[in-house]
């Protein structure tokens, strides 16, 4: 039972879909890939032989390569790694390399697998990023938690030395470099980059102010430092084996090559896919039979977060974007670390909001005063909402917490029935890091699309009703323009909501009626299960009389302020 | 108890000796301490204070941030049950209670008997592999409910091919007599490549240098 590692017998891992090429997933299923030999002797590039030729190229060529490349960080930020590399002041030296193998953004389930299955590749990529940006050393961060990959990690490096591929004069060259393996102890902050390098000094991991300066510029023991997330360097292999062309020959132009995308949740096959950049939509992801084939149960999406539990949430509109940085970013959220969560209609919005801020709040470092103060005092609204104790002006209390930790309208998706736009990325912060700002992410989502199951939470008795359907705000429409089986006029083809079981677009409920939320006019029949601890979903087929309007006065157009 | 015995120490040195500065060591001597120890004793960072170079408030101002350092006796296999989202919406936090109950005891607490002590933890890496939990830090992915009751009775029991709590990866990075160049910053210079590359381009003309 205790499996070494995470392959899914039902899920799938590695690249899925024909015609994309297996980047860095091309030794996930084999199983002696992590040794040296293995490294040497499959895969879609053979081991070691772009460092070979890296090491007959100037440094500096190197590094325009990967800037021609544009390979983009794929730790959360999206950065350029080539432009990165460029940052290190000239003529200051020594220069660190840390590698970012801190994993534990919720969702995230990438850098892992290429840590356990391919850690020579991960290497190599090392040492091609040390040569080009002239690195004494590189550091590689693994995060506590992960004695399997630390192991791993451990006997490729051990076999390296020997080999002649890492310290002194690597290959007969006098290209000399050490790569350390390092094993944090378990703090989510860590994961940001200038905490990672306060806990590489042997420090609480606690995020320095940034401006002044960066990494790059000052980094471990204020020297130039570049982090680098595990991924992204992981890519540098086949790019020197295969060329920029090549690389470029995937995704798009401004998002080439591909991504690892851990894809979990409520789908039929939740795995870790490698996808082409830029193309591939969340819809392709969810229903093709490669990858998620579809919602389980024949269930509805409600929500989907698009990029690691820091993203604000998607839904069912949003599913033919692409999973390109800059459209998803337009559209009030981000990629992030390639990590989606998938929801279906039976996901209670308060409990999902609840588990994910109190993440935040558990996990702020106590640096700043927004972030310390504010993820707890959001955690407690939210559990006393949730068991039952909530007061009638916790939501926008709620909200108000959340706007002194981001101050400003915070970046969510187009919610087009109730003819909201979407607020583009990023947030604004009060606070030294990003952490803060990530815990208003499922708060802002999820009450401005179901500000109704907060409500219901804080004002009814019975069991809550947990739909895909966000009750229209200021519910004054008239009923057939709440929603039925079939898209509404307002939306086209591309934003029209999903409903049933995904490919067939089947209802999943007989459309004999508008279904509107009950609120508060609840008739006896959408309390199914009065002994049942989980959360109801009710649906009121028919209710054509419950006016939710008159039953919530608190509730109020525009009251959410984007 | 338990500064470290004579291997550790040497072992605790050649860990230092990887890095420029050795207080970057301390993380990893604390883990060596707790994979001695099963915790991190006060005796333990008082040592690691003087191999590394600091005070022993240091030590323990850094290992009190880390969740994975315990400061008091723990069981000898900790339960990690996964409560994060993904994990949550595929019946996580139900088999946190599940665990609670068969265990009798709370979240954050050790059995009587000293061999399990159940920790609600939050996101692991296994998210595709929902629900997951960790015994000592190694994987068990899409655990079942009545899965769940065999791994605890076979804990409590004793029975578990797992290492007692403290032991990470069992694998160690050897880099005895092995390191190119390990030297604190300021003795440190522009690498010979690098070196080599900028006088070449300086020479023909064409050259930025880095
Ligand atoms: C709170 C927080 C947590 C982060 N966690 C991680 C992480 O676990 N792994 C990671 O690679 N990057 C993480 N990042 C992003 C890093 O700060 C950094 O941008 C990244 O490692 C750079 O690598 P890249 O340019 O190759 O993406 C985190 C950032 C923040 C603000
Ligand atoms: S925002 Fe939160 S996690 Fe980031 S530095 Fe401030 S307190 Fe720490
Ligand atoms: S949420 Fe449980 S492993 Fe990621």
New binding site residues.
């Given amino acids: 039972m205790n499996s070494p590692s995470g392959t899914g017998a039902a899920g799938g891992v590695g690249a899925a879909a024909e015609g994309v090429p297996a980047v860095v997933s091309s030794r996930f299923e084999v199983a002696e890939g992590h040794t040296l030999v293995g490294y040497k002797t499959s895969g879609s590039y053979r081991g070691y032989e772009a460092l070979r030729a890296v090491l007959d190229m100037a440094p500096d060529a190197v590094t325009a390569q990967v800037k021609d490349a544009t390979l983009l960080g794929r730790g959360g930020a999206g950065f350029p790694a080539g432009v990165k590399w460029g940052f290190c002041p000239p003529g200051v030296w020594p220069r660190y390399i840390v590698v970012n193998g801190d994993e534990s953004e ?4 990438k850098d892992r697998l290429l840590m356990e299955r391919d850690p020579h590749q991960l290497i190599e990529g090392c040492l091609i990023a040390a040569y080009a940006i002239g690195a004494a050393q590189v550091f590689l961060y693994v995060r506590g938690e992960m004695p399997h990959a630390q192991e791993r990690i451990a006997a490729a490096l051990n076999e390296a030395y020997e080999a002649n591929l890492v310290g002194q004069n690597i290959l007969g060259t006098d290209f000399s470099v050490d790569i350390v393996l390092h094993w944090g102890a378990g703090a989510y902050i860590v994961g940001e980059e200038t905490a990672l390098i306060e806990s590489l000094e042997g420090n609480r991991g606690m995020p320095r102010l940034k401006p002044p300066f960066f990494p790059a510029a000052k980094g471990v023991y204020l020297q130039p430092t570049i982090v680098n997330n595990v991924e992204t360097l992981s890519n540098l292999p086949w790019l020197f084996n295969h060329g920029v062309e090549a690389y470029r020959a995937v995704g798009t132009e401004a998002s080439p090559g591909t991504r690892l995308i851990a894809l ?1 949740g409520h789908v039929n096959r939740p795995g870790v896919y490698e996808v082409p950049q830029g193309t591939t939509t969340f819809r392709e992801l969810f229903e093709a039979e490669h990858y998620g084939a579809g919602i389980r149960d024949g269930n509805e999406l409600k929500m989907f977060i698009p990029g690691g539990a820091s993203a604000p949430w998607f839904f069912p509109e949003q599913v033919d974007l692409p999973l390109e940085g800059r459209v998803v970013g337009g559209e009030g959220s981000m990629l992030g670390s390639g990590a989606i969560v998938v929801m279906d209609h039976t996901t209670d919005a308060v409990r999902a909001c609840l588990r994910v801020v109190r993440f935040f709040a558990r996990e702020s470092c106590g640096k700043c005063t927004p972030c310390r103060e504010g993820t707890t005092w959001e955690e407690k609204i939210l559990q006393r909402i949730l068991d039952g104790h909530g007061r009638p002006s916790d939501i926008d209390l709620l909200l108000d917490v959340a706007d002194n930790i981001s101050p400003g309208p915070y970046p969510v998706a187009a919610d087009p029935a109730n003819g909201l736009d979407a607020v583009p990325f990023p947030p604004r912060q009060t606070t030294i890091c990003p952490l803060g700002p990530s815990s208003v992410a499922p708060i802002t989502s999820a009450i401005r699309r179901f500000r109704h199951e907060f409500e219901a939470r804080i004002t009814r008795r019975d069991p809550i009703p947990v739909t895909a359907e966000p009750v229209l705000v200021g519910a004054g429409a008239p009923a057939d323009e709440v929603s039925d089986g079939a898209p509404d006029a307002a939306s086209d083809g591309a934003s029209a909501r999903l409903r049933g079981t995904f490919d067939s677009g089947a209802p999943a409920v007989p459309a004999d009626g508008p279904r509107v939320m009950s609120l508060g006019a609840t008739p006896g029949t959408d309390a199914p299960d009065p002994g049942g601890s989980e959360p109801a979903e009710v649906r009121d087929a028919g209710a054509e009389d419950a006016s939710p309007a008159a039953e919530e006065p608190t509730r109020k157009r525009g009251s959410f302020d984007v | 108890m338990a500064r470290f015995t004579p291997e550790n120490e040497a072992l605790a040195r050649e860990v230092i000796a990887r890095y420029p500065r050795p207080k970057s060591a301390t993380i990893p001597l604390c883990h060596l301490a707790q994979e001695q120890d099963g915790y991190l004793t006060e005796d333990a960072m008082a040592h690691v204070a003087e191999l590394v170079g600091c005070t022993p408030a240091e030590v323990l101002g850094t290992a009190s941030f880390y969740e994975m350092f315990k400061l008091h006796p723990v069981g000898k296999y900790c339960l990690n049950v ?7 919406l595929l019946g ?1 936090e139900e088999l946190l209670e599940r665990a609670e109950e068969r265990l009798g005891i709370r979240a954050g607490g050790t059995t009587p008997d000293g061999m399990v002590t159940l920790e609600d933890v939050e ?5 595709t ?4 939990v960790q015994v000592n830090y190694r994987y068990v992915e899409r655990i079942t409910p009545e899965q769940l009751d065999t791994l605890i009775d076979d804990l409590r029991a004793g029975r578990s091919e797992v290492p007692p709590h403290g032991t990470l990866g069992t694998t160690r990075q050897r880099t005895a007599g092995r390191l190119a160049n390990v030297t604190p910053p300021e003795q440190q210079g522009e690498p010979v490549w690098i070196a080599r590359h900028r006088v070449a381009a300086e020479a023909s003309g064409t050259g930025e240098t880095s």
């Fill in positions: 919720p969702g995230t389930f979990s | 996964c409560t994060n989202i993904s994990c949550q996580g996101c692991i890496a296994a998210c592999e929902a629900p997951a």
